[in-house]
Structures are given as C-alpha cells and as structure tokens.
C-alpha cells in the first residue's frame, strides 16, 4: 500500500512539473508492476511482464491526451482505495474500467484521424 501510495504521489509530481508523458509512463508502469507483484501470482507476473512493453507504448500514445495524466491518477486512486478498503468487487471494476479508458480514448483518437 505505501509503495502504490509513493508512486502515486510521483506521478502527481510528474504531472504538475510538466515533465512530459514519458515520465510519467514510466512511474504508471511502476504502479503497475507493484500492483501486479503484490498479487504473488507468478502466472500473472509472467503474463503482465509479456506485455509490459506493449502497454508502456500505449501508455504514452493515451496520456498525450489531454486529462489523461490526471484520470489516470484518480483511476489509480479508485483502485487502490479499494484494495484499502478490502472491497475486490469496487477493485475488480475500477481495474476494468482503468484498462477501457484509454483504450476507448485512443480508438476515437484514430477513428477520427
């Protein structure tokens, strides 16, 4: 929990230096790999690191949107809020709701190019 607050607080910081949105895809992806290693689920370790580099572009392609750095934060806080909270059901949907978001954003992006 103190790690996924730490990067969340980074990721606040990143967001309001103007760092640009590779830093801040880098410090989602740590939230990401916590959150994910906290599981000690060796199969879905495996599984999310197959796939880290894929999500990592996408990441950076989504939040050169605009809002996209700050919704990624209250996603991120939604989702931990309810693994503090103990309530998986509020977790299991902001998780999904967390992975649509900019998948729905970047789809549209391209439709309407």
């Known amino acids: 929990i103190d790690i996924l607050r730490a990067s969340l607080d980074r990721q606040n910081d990143i967001m309001n230096s ?9 410090e989602d992806m740590n939230f990401h790999s916590h959150l994910v290693s906290s599981c000690n689920n060796a199969a879905i370790t495996n599984f999310y690191n197959g796939y880290m580099y894929w999500s990592k572009k996408l990441a950076v392609y989504s939040l050169s949107h605009a ?3 700050e919704n990624t934060i209250k996603e ?11 309530d998986g059901s509020a977790a299991f949907d902001a998780v999904l709701f967390h992975i649509r978001a900019p ?6 992006s391209i439709y309407s190019e």
């Not at 989702?79 to 103990?86: P, T």
């Not at 998948?103 to 549209?108: A, E, P, R, T, V």
């Open 18 to 26: 103007g760092k640009g949105t590779a830093c801040f895809a880098e």
């Open 76 to 86: 991120h806080t939604q989702i931990l809020d309810a693994i503090i909270s103990g």
């Open 103 to 108: 998948l729905d954003l970047n789809l549209q």
């Open 67 to 69: 809002r996209r750095m």
